[in-house]
Structures are given as C-alpha cells and as structure tokens.
C-alpha cells in the first residue's frame, strides 16, 4: 500500500512539475535579416537586445551590420544608451517583437519613439546594386553615401529627381519631400549595397517627425570607361572625355593621373579628376560649357610650395612686344614666348575663330609672376611664368610647335611620380605615388 502510495505521488508531483520544452526544429527560411539605425542628435552609442542578450550596437544615426532572428516566435526588444543615464524617451522596449520569415528590412528607431521599418531587398549580391534613400524633409540634411557626402534641402520641391548622374544612372530616383542640391557621380558597383542616409535634426516635436521613403531601384553597374589610357592606367569618359577633347587634349592638359571621384571643398562638393597639367572640377547644375571648371593649380601649387607671390613681385616696366596683366595690386608683363602662347590658347565659350582674352583667362588665369629663370620639376633650368591655373616653361630646344609647355602641376601638386614601364613597341610612363 505504501508503495502504491509513493508512485501515486511521485506520478501527481511530474503532472505539476514543468517538463523540459521540446527543442523548436526551424525550417529553412524561418529567419529574417535586419538592420538597426538610431536616429538623434545626441551623439550616442545604442545597444540592441534581443531577449535579454545583446544583439548588436549601433552608431547613432549609422546602420548597423545585418543580423538574423528567427521569425517563428515573438522577441522581446530594447534599445539602450550604452554607459549613459539618458532619458527614458530614447529607451525603446518592443515585447512580440517578430519579423516575417525571409525578409530583410531596417528598423529605424527615433529618439521620441516613433519607429519606421522598411522591407529591404536581398542582401544577396545578384550582380546588381541597390541604393535605399532614407530623409527627414523637414529640415536641410547631409547626406552620407559611404564615404560621400551631399547637401539635401527639405520642402523645396516635389521631388528628389537626380541622385545619380544621368550620363550614368539609366533609372531616375524618386522620393517625395525633398530636393537635391547637389548632384554628382555615385558609381554603383555589381555586387554591392549602397545607403544613401539623411539624419534630420531635431529642432522641434513638428520637425523630428522622421518621414521614411525607401527608393530601390536595381541599378546597372558603371559602363565600362571608353578610353583607359595605357600611359597611366587611367580612364577619361563622359562629360569630362568631351571637355577634355574640346578644350586642348594632351597637349594642354596631359593623361589623367586619377579617375573621376568626389572631391569635397569648404565651398561644397564636385566631381574632379587630375591630369598631368590640371584638374576638371565637374558642376553638372551649370550649363555648358561652364559646367566643367579648371582648378587653380598655379596658385595651389605655389601656396604648396611656401611662396607668397604678391611679396615675389618686383615691379618691371612694360618692354617693347609685351603687355600688362593685372592681378590685385600688382601689375605684370605678358612678353614673347609666353604672350604668343597665351593668346593662341583657351577655352572655346562664343563659336568664333580663335580665343578671347576671356577665353585665354579661362584656360590659364592671371599671371603670379614675372617671368624669370626657374628649375622645373625635372630638373631642367627654363624661362618661367606662373598664372592662377598653369605654369608656362619656355624650352627653346624642343620643336617649334613645342617649345612653350605647360608645367605638369597635377603630377606635382598630388605628388604623383613618373615610373618608366618598357614595351616591345614603345616606352610609356604610368603615375604611382611617391612610395608605391
């Protein structure tokens, strides 16, 4: 009986104890992926828990890398300010947190509680980009495209019509609520995932509200380059391969020692690439042919070089066969070779034969120097003259048509060297810098 008596309740204790649960068996695709942003201005560091173990941190307004939860059952979810005593505003706690199964996405968390979550296509790379464009249109933002930057203004049109160039970006991109102010190259490589995010600032209640939009396009790759120049494994295409070929080609401006990239300056962001003897600053909200500018060179490469020009100056008189060229206070003479050169050399801007002093200004600027002898960069003692945007050497041994060149103050300014590469049918050179 007393045995009976014992199973009875050994039987009645294992009916009111817990069992063990059965361990969950996941399907194939019963996870989701997603990213996690944070966004505030408050710079701070968000710690992202998932069912009491940390998950993943987050950069206050980044994204964090991608992460897997599984989507057949539901989470609880907090974001936290890591080692801060914040607010409880920007602590969120989501309790049945679930993703559905196979879907990747970006949970944006703003630091008042609104939260916005956005389908995300497949990670996987297929060959083709995506770009996913995320803004606040209350207010004027900056934008992050990796490690590029642009300037976005709120409410200032129906639309965001351009992110990328359209001499590149076959698709247009679309989004309500902002405008671009900025628009320059953003090469979209096969493969890859680009996000392109504005954190909006919080300037009040109204203004913090965080509108989402989500443009993925499946973005063609970047067209092979037309021309790659063997001389400096370099390519030259599009707008600037046209500026280039109308406006002197090598003889004025040399073989591009850089690809086209995104140049940033305290007066905004361009398209630039550097040539032996110049640099293409691309400005595709200007009509052409102004849209393509010649950087100051001469005078960057001067101020490189620790010489104040407007203390070189040394007041000259005006010679037979020459003429005066003022610059600020100073005045300097354009003489023989270098005045013949100057006047036969320009940007062509009005269609007629010939250049304009306007057109010679542009291509070359005004003079920062008297002429006089000077050692170039090889080493060669020439007759000199420096101008905003070239330097002028006279080399009475070469050819007529080659006697006055300009200086190679790309290679110089960008400290690019030239390494001599021999071939069975030439010699050419290539750029590298110094050290590489």
Not at 5 to 27: E, F, I, Y
Not at 102 to 130: A, E, F, H, N, W
């Amino acid at each position: 009986m007393a045995k009976r008596l014992m199973v009875l309740v050994v039987a009645l204790l294992l009916t009111l104890l817990p069992l063990p649960a059965a361990p969950t068996v996941r399907a194939a695709g019963e996870t989701a992926l997603t990213r996690f942003m944070f966004v505030s201005d408050e710079y701070i560091q968000m710690v992202v828990e998932l069912d009491g173990r940390e998950l993943a941190t987050v950069e206050v307004n980044q994204i964090s890398d991608y992460v897997a939860i599984p989507s057949d059952q539901a989470h609880t979810l907090v974001l936290r300010a890591r080692g801060l005593a914040l607010p409880d505003k920007i602590v969120r706690r989501i309790t049945n947190y679930r993703l559905a199964a196979g879907t990747s996405g970006i949970d944006i968390y703003r630091d008042d509680g609104v939260s916005v979550g956005l389908t995300d296509p497949s990670p996987t790379p297929v060959g083709k980009s995506v770009v996913n464009v995320i803004w606040g249109p209350t207010g004027s933002s900056e934008v992050r495209f990796g490690r590029e930057s642009f300037r976005l203004e709120a409410n200032a049109g129906p639309s965001v019509t351009r992110l990328l160039d359209p001499q590149t970006a076959p698709l247009e991109l679309r989004a309500p609520g902002g405008k671009l102010l900025d628009s320059q190259f953003l090469r979209a490589q096969p493969g890859y995932r680009y996000d392109i995010v504005v954190a909006q600032p919080n300037e009040n209640a109204e203004a913090a509200r965080l509108v989402v939009a989500r443009v993925s396009p499946q973005l063609q790759a970047r067209p092979t380059p037309t021309h790659v120049f063997q001389e400096t494994g370099h390519y030259l295409d599009g707008r600037l391969r046209e500026y280039w070929e109308q406006t002197g080609g090598l003889p004025v401006f040399g073989y591009p020692l850089n690809d086209d990239h995104l140049e940033r300056t305290p007066e905004g962001s361009f398209v630039s690439q550097t040539f032996e003897r110049n640099r293409f600053e691309y400005h595709p909200e200007k009509e052409a042919p102004y849209d393509v500018l010649l950087g100051r060179l001469g005078a960057e490469r001067l101020e490189q070089m620790g010489r104040n020009w407007l203390r070189e100056w040394q007041p000259r008189p005006i010679g037979p066969g020459c003429e005066p060229l003022h610059a600020e206070i100073t005045e300097f003479a354009l003489c023989e070779p270098f005045r013949g050169y100057y006047h036969s050399h320009g940007l062509e801007y009005d269609g007629r034969p010939g250049f304009s002093h306007a057109e010679s200004l542009a291509l070359l600027g005004l003079p920062m120097t008297q002429a006089q002898m000077e050692t170039n960069s090889s080493g060669d003692r020439v007759l000199t003259q420096w101008f905003e945007r070239a330097r002028l050497e006279y080399h009475p041994n070469n050819p007529r048509p080659f006697q006055v060149l300009q200086g190679r103050l790309g290679a110089e300014l960008y400290g690019l060297e030239p390494l001599t590469f021999d071939d069975e049918d030439r010699g050419f050179q290539r750029w590298s810098a110094p050290g590489q």
